[in-house]
């Protein structure tokens, strides 16, 4: 069996909040939840799984690869809700977008605090296929 990457916990001040704001972002699929889990999942079947724990959260980066079409549908969501996005992790460029990689890209913040990072393009070629 080949290694896949299956699940992640992420930490939110509420995970309901956090888990409906990546499903909309990412346009991801609801999944069913359990114990202290609010659960989405992600294509290929990964599941996102939000949960409150009870320190003080500290800021993770997730970056997630999306199609041209996901990416313009999702910048365009942040616009509606007057959320900000930048084109650096710096957060020096708002209400831009980078050209980096030979795609596009932008990063948010989450309602935890984490930094979210949304890719056209991958930084390095598949190793399996160069």
């Known amino acids: 069996m080949p290694v896949t990457f299956n699940h992640t916990i992420i930490a939110a001040k509420n995970r309901h909040e ?7 972002l990412l346009e991801a ?5 359990w114990g202290p889990f609010t659960n989405i999942q992600l294509d290929e079947g990964v599941l996102l799984q939000f949960a409150e724990p ?6 993770q980066h997730y970056a997630f690869l999306v199609d041209d079409e996901r990416f313009d549908r999702a ?3 942040l616009q509606a809700q007057g959320l900000t996005h930048w084109a650096d992790p710096q957060r020096k460029r708002p209400g831009e977008i980078n050209h980096e990689h030979g795609g596009r890209g932008l990063y948010v913040m989450d309602p935890a605090g984490h930094g979210l990072e949304l890719i056209t393009r991958p930084y390095l070629p598949d ?4």
């Open 127 to 130: 190793v399996r296929n160069p």
């Open 54 to 59: 009870p320190v003080d959260i500290q800021m």
């Open 75 to 77: 910048r365009a969501r």
């Open 29 to 33: 699929h609801e999944a069913p939840s």
């Open 18 to 24: 956090s888990a409906r704001f990546y499903r909309d």
